[in-house]
């Protein structure tokens, strides 16, 4: 069972920037593909960005290309989600989600998760 506990949220005004991470724990790190999703109220969750397992791949959501990186470090444990020129349409609960997957393809759907954490609140002003 694999635990993930998300940080880095807050308010910020619009074209600024914040780092989310999300520390992963309860198993092998490095065979997970991870992912970042948003959802705002009265929305639906909506993916943001992916890794592989190996960091080698990374794949964004139109959004946010250019403006967001997804990182990640298997030795803590740890994905990372660097946003920069922030909006207010950013304005979101953002979750972070785990899939053991040792493949290439990018995981984009939520369905393909298996591991959620409980999210981390992002508020950009205008």
């Known amino acids: 069972q694999v635990q993930l506990v998300e940080s880095g949220g807050g308010l910020v005004q619009a074209g600024g920037s914040l780092r989310l991470s999300c520390a992963a724990s309860?198993?092998?790190?490095?065979?997970?593909?991870m992912g970042w999703f948003r959802q705002a109220p009265g929305k639906e969750r909506e993916f943001v960005a992916t890794?592989?397992?190996?960091?080698?791949?990374?794949y964004y959501d139109d959004s946010v290309k250019g403006r967001f990186i997804i990182s990640r470090d298997n030795a803590k444990n740890t994905v990372y989600l660097q946003m920069n020129s922030l909006k207010p349409e950013d304005t979101a609960v953002y979750f972070c989600?785990?899939?053991?997957?040792?493949?290439?393809?990018?995981?984009?759907?939520?369905?393909?998760?298996?591991?959620w954490g409980q999210g981390t609140q992002v508020a950009v002003s205008s």
């Open positions: 309860g198993g092998t790190f490095s065979r997970y593909a």
């Open positions: 989600a785990a899939t053991e997957y040792l493949g290439y393809s990018p995981k984009a759907l939520k369905d393909e998760y298996d591991y």
């Open positions: 890794i592989t397992w190996s960091g080698r791949s990374t």
